[in-house]
């Protein structure tokens, strides 16, 4: 066995084992409140741990805490 071998190493990925809630974390952003669509990360106030984000769909604008998804 080499320093470079040629072996490929892998990795089998199942599609069935699928969270039952998606879980929602801090910087990432997260569904639209109002209609469930993607919501697009505007940008984090670090200091007051906050996310500024809306919604790619219908365009609404919301704001969710670290402590908000704490506590989901």
Sequence with gaps: MGLFSRESKQRVL???????????EFGLPSPCPECGGHGYLEGIDVKRRIMFQHCTVCSVKWETSEADLAAR
């Design 14 to 24: 199942d599609l069935r084992d699928k969270p039952a809630k998606p879980t929602l």
